[in-house]
């Protein structure tokens, strides 16, 4: 009697095949893996194995019907990779594959954009069970497919067995210049460099990360568009006088993914109306929370993050588009009359020279609540590292980084980077025009918020007496919260009754 053939058992099993998962499966195919794959909607296992089909010739990917199916068709111990949402239903995947027998030493990974602490609170539940490790994703679409930066933390056990996974479809970083290494083709992955993936630390450490970085994101994303809207309403540039400008500003030290497509998107015109099409696209922007999570982690942390903070509240003041339409028929702008005192291109090389010093701030303050959030949580995290998996293959990418990564690299208890000796020297170089820049918007009255935030942040920081003195007498005054002294030893509480007569003031 003759025997079955032998089952060819697939590397990794892959759940959820949407715009993002699609792409990494097709990623790790790529890289020598094969996938067993499941969805929800079969329609998108079918389009995953056709686009694998038609790019490689061959069928990298297996499709399952069922969790039990794709437990099946995978060689042990399993490894199983989830790009689903973040919320419930990654718990409720988790329970459907231990219904499905999955055991104590498989591993699944959540690539999703969860909340840290819910992949802390995970990494407990599921212990004993299966190995629950979690790895933020950066890159977008295009990142997933040829090179994203991965964010690991967890187990360092299951790390071991992720690691040649993680590195081999990462992006990678030419490790002389520090410039990425691009690649956007299917079947020709990149080989050499340095991948743009390093274990964190401990569970949901990657992910408190990956929230720093897209609150650094949404800072930088902001700071481009004021600079866009200074040239827009107070030179009078149009969209693709500002693109040449953002093009120009990309070969220098804004070199960056985002100058980078905002200069794109700033040329495109709109085939119907022949218009720029970023004038056509409506003024209200959306969120998913990553930039909210962080500005609310400084909060709790006492991180001061305030340029984060307001590109947040830009996005939410953006969507109040009616009350705006209200607003500009009865609310006057300044009574300024003529043009700017400076030269469109002196205007120009201000707003430079602005976005630069912003963006030095705003990565300060990612970077410093990430420091903070290492001491509270008793983490170890390696700055420079994280620096150097950001210069490549996520949404943040810049050769700004590469000094980043040297300042750490000089300086591993750096506190801030605004005490780094390179960077000490470009605010100092470039302040003057910062602040020129905030005025000349302030007096066309052009919204600047993000710009002035930086500037408020690095002002305060670099002022050796702030007028919290006052703040902590008022706050004696009327509560008897108490206040230390100067000429005492530190940690030395007093209060006084502030009034001539004795007695407290009430406050009404």
């Known amino acids: 009697m003759s025997q079955p053939e032998p089952v060819e058992l697939c590397d990794i099993g892959f759940i959820g095949l949407g715009v993002m998962g699609k792409n990494l499966a097709l990623n790790l195919a790529d890289n020598g893996y094969s996938i067993a794959a499941f969805d929800l909607d079969h329609h998108k296992i079918d389009e995953a194995i056709a686009q694998d089909k ?54 699944v990974v959540d690539t999703g954009n969860s909340l840290w602490t819910d992949t802390v609170r995970r990494e407990k539940e599921y212990r004993g069970r299966f190995y629950f490790f979690s790895t933020a994703v ?48 299917p079947g020709n992955p990149v080989k050499e460099g340095e991948p743009c993936a390093a274990f964190i630390g401990p569970s949901g450490s990657g992910h408190f990360v990956k929230m720093v970085h897209n609150g650094i994101e949404y800072a930088d994303m902001q700071l481009i568009c004021e600079a866009y809207h200074i040239m827009r309403e107070a030179l009078q540039m149009s969209p693709e006088e500002i693109s040449g400008v953002f093009s120009e500003w990309n070969e220098g030290v804004l070199e960056s993914y985002l100058i980078e ?87 120009v090389q201000c707003l430079h020279d602005a976005l630069y010093c912003s963006k030095i701030c705003a990565y300060s303050q990612g970077f410093q609540l990430m420091q903070l959030a290492a001491q509270e949580y008793k983490w170890t995290l390696n700055f420079a590292s994280i620096a150097k998996i950001w210069r490549a293959g996520c949404i943040i990418r810049a050769a700004f980084l590469q000094p980043i ?34 005025a000349n918007a302030t007096l066309v009255g052009v919204p600047c ?25 008022q706050r004696d005054f009327f509560g008897a919260h108490t206040f230390e002294r100067i000429d005492q030893p530190a940690g030395h509480k007093f209060h006084v009754l502030w009034n001539q007569e004795g007695r407290p003031i009430k406050p009404c």
């Open 54 to 107: 038609a790019e490689s010739g061959e069928q990298r990917i297996v499709g399952c019907s069922s969790y039990t199916e794709l437990l099946s068709k995978l060689s042990e111990p399993h490894l199983i990779i989830l790009s689903i949402p973040a919320g419930d239903i990654v718990d409720d995947v988790c329970h459907k594959l231990i219904d499905a027998g999955i055991k104590a030493d498989d591993i």
């Open 405 to 438: 990564a040297d300042a750490f690299e000089r300086d591993e208890q750096l506190s801030n980077l605004l005490l780094d000796p390179f960077f000490v020297e470009q605010i100092n170089v470039h302040q003057t025009n910062w602040r020129k820049a905030i």
């Open 261 to 347: 497509i905002s200069a794109e998107v700033l040329s495109k015109v709109d085939d119907e109306t022949q218009k720029p099409l970023v004038d056509l696209i409506l003024d209200k922007a959306g969120q998913k929370g990553t930039g909210l999570w962080t500005a609310v982690s400084s909060l709790e942390l006492g991180s001061p993050a305030p340029t984060i903070a307001q590109a947040v509240y830009a996005r939410s003041l953006s969507t109040l588009k009616e009350d705006r339409l209200k607003a500009a028929k009865l609310l006057q702008g300044p009574q300024f009359e003529g043009h700017l005192i400076d030269s469109r291109e002196s205007v």
């Open 138 to 185: 950066s890159g977008g679409e295009v990142g997933a497919r040829f090179g994203p930066s991965l964010m690991p933390s967890g187990d360092p056990y299951a790390w071991t067995r992720i690691e040649p996974v993680w590195k081999a479809i990462a992006a990678k970083v030419d490790p002389v210049s520090g410039r990425a290494i691009q690649r956007f083709e």
């Open 449 to 473: 918020g993000a710009f002035s935030s930086a500037l408020a942040y690095y002002d305060s920081f670099r002022c050796q007496t702030l007028p919290t003195n006052l703040l902590q007498g």
